[in-house]
């Protein structure tokens, strides 16, 4: 089970933190994602980590901008977004996994103004 807060309406150039809170596995046993939905457009996954914490892939479109983090005695994942611009808005999912057989939550809304 994953629960995904922190989505809000910003400014383009401020920040947001997100936070996924995981519960019936451990983040130390599983690689976890992040990954976006903008309107009328697929799934973008934008970071990954290994079940030991390192970061293991970052998309262009987010590169330098945004930071994955977890606290793994909280079974909680974060991600830090710096630089926003309205590119950035979507529906921001973590996940267990990656792909089709990920498991997701139900999302948290990011909309980036002008």
């Known amino acids: 089970h994953l629960v995904e807060s922190g989505g809000d309406l910003v400014q383009a150039g401020g920040s947001l933190r997100l936070s996924c809170v995981a519960s019936?596995?451990?983040?130390?046993?599983?690689?976890m994602n992040w990954a976006r939905q903008a309107p009328g457009k697929g799934l973008e996954w934008i970071l990954g980590?290994?079940?030991?914490?390192?970061?293991?892939s970052t998309a262009a479109s987010v590169r330098g901008r945004f930071t994955f983090s977890r606290d793994t005695a909280k079974n909680t994942l974060y991600l830090q977004m710096n630089a926003l611009t309205p590119e950035d808005t979507a529906k921001y999912y973590c996940?267990?996994?990656?792909?089709?057989?990920?498991?997701r939550g139900q999302g948290t809304q990011v909309t980036v103004v002008s």
């Open positions: 996940a267990r996994g990656i792909g089709n057989a990920a498991l």
């Open positions: 019936g596995f451990s983040l130390n046993d599983w690689g």
């Open positions: 980590m290994n079940s030991d914490g390192r970061v293991t």
